[in-house]
């Protein structure tokens, strides 16, 4: 009987170690972080926000624009937009990320963040990669 109990284990065991991919095992690995923490909005260091737009908005504004980020990256399914409004200023942006794929061990997902603020916008593209630590960091 304890054999049998003990074969049951490890197949459970040996289960779990598949090296399959699937689209749905791919998004499992995205498990989402608590919140979004003040350290992993530094892990995007800045974002794909074009610098110029970046430096025009103020720091509340860039929090939320890479806040909407993060959870485009982390949380939201492909194709789904993530907005953002500043309550202060009226800058707004949506962003939404494409289907994750893997480039080596690393979870990546490819993300346009609209920006509209002072009456201009601009649209940014780039490509984010998952670490182990789970922080995202945009590809230059």
């Known amino acids: 009987m304890k054999s049998a109990y003990l074969v049951a284990a490890m197949l459970l065991v040996l289960a779990g170690c ?11 690995s995205f498990v989402p972080q608590a919140q979004a923490e003040p350290s992993v909005i530094q892990a995007l260091n800045g974002g794909i926000i074009d610098p110029s737009v ?33 309550p202060r200023s009226g800058a707004f942006g949506e962003v939404h990320a494409a ?4 480039v080596g061990s ?16 601009t ?4 490509t984010a990669c998952r ?3 789970g922080r995202w960091t945009p590809l230059v």
Request: hydrophobic letters at 25%; glycine letters at 8%.
């Open 54 to 86: 970046s430096a025009s908005l103020s720091a509340g504004d860039r929090r939320l624009a890479l806040e909407a980020e993060y959870r485009a990256l982390e949380v939201v399914p492909s194709g789904q937009i993530v907005a953002w409004k500043s």
């Open 106 to 121: 690393q979870n990546c997902r490819q993300y346009i963040h609209k920006v509209e603020y002072d009456g201009q916008s």
């Open 99 to 102: 289907q994750p794929y893997e």
């Open 18 to 28: 598949s090296s399959k991919t699937t689209q749905s095992g791919m998004l499992n």
């Open 131 to 133: 670490e182990q630590n």
């Open 123 to 126: 649209t940014t593209r780039g």
